[in-house]
Nanobody, 126 residues
Framework: QVQLVESRGGLVQAGGSLRLSCAAS????????MGWFRQAPGKEREFVAA????????YYADSVKGRFTISRDNAKNTVYLQMNSLKPEDTAIYYC???????????????????WGQGTQVTVSS
């Protein structure tokens, strides 16, 4: 069992930056693929970014590529999402997830995750 706790999000102006963190319980953090997803009002939860257990491979949605960076510190059981050049369309509740899947691509979808954090609101004003 893994418990995930996201840091508080916030309100930021367009063009600004924000870093989210997600702390995980347990002793096997490095064995999980970690991902960030987001859900805007009236929309389905969508993939944002994922990072392999060793941290050497990352994946991004096209909409955030070049602006967001996912990273992890396995010694601290924490995954981060650095968000730069934020846009109003980035406004959403952001969730971190932990996946035990080893199937390529599985961790790019909501169904591929076994554990979720409670979510944190990010609002980008224009």
């Amino acid at each position: 069992q893994v418990q995930l706790v996201e840091s508080r999000g916030g309100l930021v102006q367009a063009g600004g930056s924000l870093r989210l963190s997600c702390a995980a319980s347990g002793r096997t953090f490095s064995s999980y693929v970690m991902g960030w997803f987001r859900q805007a009002p009236g929309k389905e939860r969508e993939f944002v970014a994922a990072i392999m257990g060793s941290g050497d491979t990352t994946y991004y949605a096209d909409s955030v590529k070049g602006r967001f960076t996912i990273s992890r510190d396995n010694a601290k059981n924490t995954v981060y999402l650095q968000m730069n050049s934020l846009k109003p369309e980035d406004t959403a509740i952001y969730y971190c997830g932990a996946s035990t899947s080893t199937l390529y691509g599985r961790y790019l979808s909501v169904d591929g995750y076994d554990y979720w954090g409670q979510g944190t609101q990010v609002t980008v004003s224009s």
